[in-house]
């Protein structure tokens, strides 16, 4: 996967060199507690961090939507966070899903709604035919990304791949393109 350029922001692969900025991602409370059910487990260190990345790495493998991006501010060379487009775990049929998450020194300037935009855009503009999006039913700020991307609410409803109930949004490739 090339690298996305939007207005402020380059949508790139992960590299080796984003390892100390993974670990202070992902080793915060206030982040990964919105990632995955408890236990809350942070990162710990850098070989962590390195499995994470390599990790990544090796997605392409599983279909030509799947990615997972580094969020970088053009103006500061800044890797603020990660985007990404997935399978559903156990999925039904072909169902994908959009996830993001920021360095919450990177919260409350638009970067991820700008970032999901271009990537949906690119992966639409491929012939992805639809997309979920899904986040626990009080993550607001998460929601508030969504809502703001324009994806389709479909409220809090059994999840249909996680325990419990999830806030869902989904739109189809046609809806993206007008919305
Ligand atoms: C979910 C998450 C990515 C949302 O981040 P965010 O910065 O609030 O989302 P956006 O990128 O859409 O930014 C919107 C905010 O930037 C503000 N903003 C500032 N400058 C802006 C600009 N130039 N353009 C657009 N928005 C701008 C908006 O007003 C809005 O702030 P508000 O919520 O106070 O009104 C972030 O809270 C996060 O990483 N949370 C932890 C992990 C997580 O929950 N991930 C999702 C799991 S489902």
């Known amino acids: 996967m090339t690298s996305i350029e939007t207005e402020r ?10 390892a100390e900025r993974v670990l202070d991602i ?42 997972g991006l580094a969020i970088e501010v053009k103006e500061t060379g800044a890797m603020v966070g990660a985007l990404m487009i997935v399978p559903e775990p156990n999925a039904n049929y072909d169902e994908r899903q959009i996830g993001w998450h920021l360095h919450p020194d990177a919260v409350g300037y638009g970067y991820a709604t700008e970032a999901a935009a271009a990537l949906l855009d690119d992966a639409f503009g491929r012939g992805l035919d639809e997309i979920w999006c899904g986040m626990f039913p009080d993550n607001a700020p998460s929601a508030a990304v969504a809502e703001r991307l324009g994806l389709r609410p479909l409220g809090v409803v059994p999840d249909p791949w996680y325990e419990g109930e999830g806030r869902l949004f989904f739109a189809t490739r046609e809806e993206w393109l007008n919305r």
């Open 9 to 18: 922001l380059i949508l790139r692969p992960f590299i080796d060199s984003d």
């Open 26 to 67: 992902h080793s915060r409370l206030d982040v990964i507690r919105w990632l995955s059910d408890p236990p809350y487990v942070p990162m710990a260190d850098l070989d962590e961090a390195r499995t994470w990345l390599a990790n990544w790495a090796s997605l392409p493998e599983g279909g030509p939507y799947d990615v």
